[in-house]
């Protein structure tokens, strides 16, 4: 990929968007989505195959040889935002924002290369098994424990797993960390589908007793992928926050616009105007958030790239959520039905917020990296004394 | 050779620029002038007329390189003229010799350009103005009071909007001109804000004279350049793009850092917001100038605008709740026309962000209506003669 100047977007960026757009339309609606929701898997195998092989979407920051698009992840960013608008059900941020990537940072061999190639046609889906609700720290991500070849533990909050079709895993092993894979069918495998206040997206249980798996990495090797997954994951699931937003903002101007109330339509209303305005807001810092932790973790000379995630995700979660209640107000007594949408953009933006580390939890990294390790000369602004 | 088009190049005559004239040590109007004749004042302007011909985003490699050896950024010694002036006359006026005539010595800060928009009777509402403009043999006359008007003592040039027919409703009854500032009808007296000093103007235009040659537009079409001036004042009010860190939220950190003994988790946990609100909006900044595929500003500038100035003012109010007591030690309260060096006067100072160019709740409502397309507010004005409507 020739060098280009952060946020720059490109021709192919621009068609991506729109194919997985009209993709949405047509095959991924509301009325698609309501139907997922009620089905036992929670997404349609056949729709996901169909993302993975002829749009392509899931591997697009998979490099060719090993069976992806070869783009980089502000591509598949681009992929997120799309998926996100239309709230595209199915293990999004299982198998593209947490496994595909810890499998490219994985060492090569075989099990990987094949996984690989499966996860990103679409053909198998994964989760991974790991602290999916704090900021990446390689001490507590993982609550399995690897010993004498078999994997133990138990988790209580996997968003994916309940359908995946393999489980990667970040176990704690007798020398560091140990990143795994286990076929949900083995023996001492039970994973249990577990009620979701975000029906889109589903949280199951995962319980390992001396369950076989294939090591994939081992130390640093296993420590440095999972902080790819859990980087890439950050920026993924921020830029769908992104999307989340945008189309709730497009959705509301909509309604603003066509719902008359005084004999003018409710959009003329200052105190509804300002609030679109706000959200409009809202969505413009969310997007350069997002699209900066994508453009640090390709090119890190940006960015730290832990830091440029700690600013997408304390920013985007906040937006995303800010924007579905305002949704929801601004709809009035039709925004708090079960047959409008909003209240399900509502639910996946509140698990959105939780997932892989809440806003407080950013700000606590940024405090940590920006304001506890300020230089002892640094200029100070002129008080007056009196 | 042909002349710079690519980012690298135009980096790469700015340093050849910078090289010949060291903003060290040569004149600021000769480091200007240079950067003029090679077209790097404003590289989206035409050839000739300070620019290039490229997109607008590129201007910020060549500050880039003029602040890093040193020299000061055009737009800080003459920023109206610079921001606002200068694309209003070159996509108003005609005639090219005369934009050349006003750019080169606007460009080197020689001329300074002031805005005769605002009255005492108009501010959100501009188009109600009411500073009238008479036609008289090869020019007007003007007569009115303008207000709020930066550097107005200082300025050799104003950009004038005045109503040239009272009959037509506000919108359409509006000239814009470019005014003589040195002459004898035009008087200037400072303005004294709460922060003691006086940073703006009052101007008093009694029978002051403009040629028609000077008009920007049609007679009645007043407003629509005005509109142009407008869109420039957000992106130039709102679109610095310093360092990460750098700017007002730098001294908040400055001060965060020089008092240990007043740190709480809680400021803390302010503060972390604050810079992540501050550095998302520097980011997007940089965004919308690498997306800015032409060179007319876009809504980005009006975001910019609200963002920058509930930013400053929430950043500087952390800074006083942090320093405590400490803050209210003030005695400054003197007139003078400099924006002011403590904390305190800037806290002050700050008070004003979220109205000049501008207020909040207008902004908002350019945003609600302009860029997401939501019906405007039921008006009483916009069709009713101007001389009919109520004012008070």
């Known amino acids: ?386 | 050779m042909t002349p710079p088009s690519t980012a690298a190049e135009v980096e790469t005559a700015a340093r050849e620029v910078v090289g010949r004239h060291d903003p060290g040590t040569v004149p600021r109007a000769e480091l200007f002038g240079a950067l003029y004749d090679a077209g790097l004042a404003w590289v989206h302007h035409p050839v000739g007329l300070g620019g290039l011909g490229l997109s607008r985003g590129l201007q910020t490699v060549v500050d880039g390189v003029v602040t890093d050896a040193g020299g000061d950024r055009m737009f800080a010694v003459n920023p109206i003229g610079y921001g606002m002036g200068a694309p209003t006359v070159v996509e108003y006026c005609a005639d090219r010799e005369l934009v050349a005539r006003w750019l080169r010595p606007l460009a080197t800060g020689e001329e300074i350009w002031c805005q005769l928009f605002s009255e005492p009777g108009a501010g959100s509402d501009v188009a109600g103005l009411t500073t009238s403009a008479v036609p008289d043999g090869d020019g007007w006359v003007i007569n009115g009071q303008k207000v709020w008007t930066t550097l107005a003592h200082v300025a050799r040039w104003g950009m004038l909007v005045a109503r040239t027919d009272p009959d037509l409703p506000k919108h359409r009854g509006l000239t814009y001109f470019v005014i003589d500032m040195t002459q004898p009808g035009v008087e200037v007296r400072p303005l004294r804000q709460m922060t003691g000093q006086a940073e703006f103007n009052e101007v008093y235009l009694h029978d002051a004279r403009v040629l028609d040659a000077h008009r920007l537009g049609d007679v009645g079409a007043g407003w629509r350049v005005a509109i142009t001036t407008l869109m420039n004042e957000r992106t130039a009010i709102g679109g610095v793009t310093g360092r990460r860190s750098s700017g007002v939220i730098g001294e908040a950190l400055g001060l965060w850092r020089a008092n240990p003994d007043r740190q709480t988790a809680v400021l803390r946990d302010r503060l972390a917001r604050l810079w992540t609100r501050a550095e998302t909006h520097r980011l997007t900044l940089v965004r919308a100038g690498r997306t800015a595929t032409e060179g007319r500003p876009g809504p980005e500038g009006s975001v910019s605008k609200l963002v920058g100035a509930e930013l400053n003012q929430d950043v500087y109010e952390f800074c006083m709740d942090l320093l405590g007591p400490d803050a209210l030690l003030y005695d400054d309260y003197e007139i003078r026309p400099d924006p002011g060096s403590t904390l305190q006067q800037r806290f002050l100072r700050s008070r004003a962000n979220t109205i000049e160019g501008g207020t909040s709740e207008v902004m908002r409502n350019i945003l609600g209506e302009r860029v997401l397309g939501l019906p405007g507010e039921p008006r009483s004005d916009s069709d009713r003669p101007w001389k009919e409507v109520p004012r008070g």
């Open chain 1, 1 to 386: 990929m020739a060098e280009q100047a952060e946020f720059t977007v490109t021709e192919e960026q621009r068609e991506l968007r729109t194919a997985l757009h009209r993709f949405c339309e047509r095959a991924h609606d509301e009325a698609t989505v309501r139907r997922l929701m009620a089905s036992d898997d929670g997404f349609d195998r056949a729709l996901w195959a169909r993302l993975g092989g002829e749009l392509g979407a899931l591997s697009l920051a998979v490099p060719e040889e090993l069976g992806g698009a070869g783009g980089t992840v502000v591509d598949q960013a681009v992929a997120a935002e799309e998926l996100g608008a239309a709230l595209v059900t199915g293990p999004l941020l299982g198998t593209v924002g947490l496994a595909i990537p810890a499998l490219v940072a994985a060492p090569a061999s075989g099990t990987r290369d094949a996984l690989l190639a499966d996860l990103a046609a679409g053909t198998r889906t994964g989760a991974l098994v790991a602290g999916l609700f704090a900021p990446y720290d390689g001490a507590t991500a993982a609550a399995v424990t690897a010993a004498g070849g078999t994997l133990s533990g138990e988790i209580g909050h996997v968003p994916d797993a309940a359908a995946a079709d393999v489980l990667l895993v970040a176990a704690d092993g007798p020398d560091g960390p140990v990143l795994a894979c286990v076929e949900p069918g083995v023996p001492g495998v039970t994973v249990t589908g577990r009620g979701s206040l975000d029906p889109t997206r589903r949280i199951a249980r995962v319980r390992l007793d001396g369950a076989a798996g294939t090591v994939l990495a081992t130390g640093d090797d296993a420590d440095r992928a999972l902080q790819h997954a859990f980087r890439t994951a950050g920026a993924l699931l921020a830029a769908e926050q992104v999307g989340i937003a945008a189309r709730l903002l497009e959705l509301t101007v909509g309604y603003a616009t066509q719902r008359w109330q005084f004999g003018r339509p409710i959009g003329s209303f200052q105190a509804v105007k300002h609030r679109l305005a706000d959200m409009l807001v809202g969505v413009e810092q969310a997007r350069t958030a997002a699209l900066h932790a994508a453009w640090a973790i390709v090119d890190p000379r940006l960015d730290d790239p832990d830091l440029a995630v700690a600013i997408a995700q304390a920013t985007c979660s906040e937006v995303a959520y800010r924007a579905a209640a305002d949704t929801v107000q601004l709809h009035g007594g039709i925004g708090f039905t079960w047959e409008h949408p909003a209240h399900l953009y509502y639910k996946r933006a509140i698990a959105d917020a939780a997932l892989l580390g809440s806003a407080e939890e950013y700000r606590e990294r940024i405090a940590a990296a920006v304001l506890d390790t300020l230089p002892d000369d640094l200029a100070v602004p002129r008080v007056a004394t009196g």
